[in-house]
T-cell receptor
């Protein structure tokens, strides 16, 4: 099975600080997706990466897929309380979709 | 902005009963999915549905489960003879035909089996 490990498992940062969340796969990723889940709510699609070296940004969130396509990082610049939640990476294996273990982000005002 | 909706938001049922969880995907989407998230655990894929049939399913999706698109708008997950371990959040998702894995998720239905 496709295993996706995220690190760190949880993160507490002061408002305004930058942070990075990593997602590592044991296999080559054919599509890597980032979602945000607010506590007790549904998942919100953030962005999708497919090509090695690809980088996408949305507002203050930037995601990259490394050249070897086995790791992705999500970087938040100048974090705000609205960024708080659980960030999940997801991988497309062609047949099924697997989610990572999740990273819980708390932003202290 | 179009969104995926799910009803009910919370369902409580007794062990052994059947439940139907309902989803209304985004109207022009062609792929539909169900996921579950047991409290404190990973989101797990259950099943994908395309062109009125199941396209993929996980090992979790056994004979206890079934999906249906009874009309042009609803997508349902039926769980027969519920067990305590079926208690979880169930998420429906849909994606457009040309971007099959750009999935948009509903808010979820919390199923509690007592």
């Amino acid at each position: 099975s496709q295993e996706l490990e995220q690190s760190p498992q949880s993160l507490i940062v002061q408002e305004g600080k930058n942070l990075t969340i990593n997602c590592t796969s044991s296999k080559t990723l054919y599509g890597l997706y980032w979602y945000k889940q607010k506590y007790g709510e549904g998942l919100i699609f953030l962005m999708m990466l497919q090509k090695g070296g690809e980088e996408k940004s949305h507002e203050k969130i930037t995601a990259k897929l490394d050249e070897k396509k086995q790791q992705s990082s999500l970087h938040i610049t100048a974090s705000q309380p609205s960024h708080a939640g659980i960030y999940l990476c997801g991988a497309d294996t062609g047949n099924q979709f697997y989610f990572g273990t999740g990273t819980s982000l708390t932003v202290i005002p | 902005e179009p969104e995926v909706t799910q009803t009910p938001s919370h369902q409580v049922t007794q062990m052994g009963q059947e439940v139907i969880l309902r989803c209304v995907p985004i109207s022009n989407h062609l792929y539909f999915y169900w996921y579950r998230q047991i409290l404190g655990q990973k989101v797990e894929f259950l099943v994908s549905f395309y062109n009125n049939e199941i396209s993929e399913k996980s090992e979790i999706f056994d004979d206890q489960f079934s999906v249906e698109r009874p009309d042009g708008s609803n997508f349902t997950l039926k769980i027969r003879s519920t067990k305590l371990e079926d208690s979880a959040m169930y998420f429906c998702a849909s994606s457009p035909g040309d971007r099959a894995h750009e999935q948009y998720f509903g808010p979820g239905t919390r199923l509690t089996v007592t």
